[in-house]
């Protein structure tokens, strides 16, 4: 089966640090790039960071510029988003997802809760 399954996430307090996985199965992600998305309550969903095939990274949040970073490791067909110096505005639901066949493929997301 063919899937991208995130884990991580967690509640933390402000100033703390997560990193999250995104970690492939059916198909070998380091084929492809990787974007990561975050869905706050209430609010529409956001394209925060992502990564190409040969490892290059864009930001596209400015608000986590500085203190998010996105990684890959091949060997365990994974991508990771390591998370600094977390604020309360960084909860949400966070997603990796993966353009592939025409299609995007989803993770379930992994929910992040920082406390102030």
């Known amino acids: 089966q063919e899937q991208l399954v995130e884990s991580g996430g967690g509640l933390v307090q402000a100033g703390g640090s997560l990193r999250l996985s995104c970690v492939a199965s059916g198909f070998i992600l380091s084929g492809y790039a990787v974007s ?10 956001e394209l925060v960071e992502s990564i190409t095939t040969a490892g290059v990274s864009t930001n596209y949040a400015d608000s ?9 490791d091949n060997a365990k067909n994974a991508v990771y988003l390591q998370m600094n110096s977390l604020k309360s505005e960084d909860t949400a639901v966070y997603y990796c997802m993966v353009y592939r066949r025409l299609a995007e493929y989803w993770g379930q997301g992994t929910q992040v809760t920082v406390s102030s």
């Open 64 to 72: 986590v510029k500085g203190r998010f970073t996105i990684s890959r």
């Open 36 to 45: 990561w998305y975050r869905q706050a309550p209430g609010k529409g969903r």
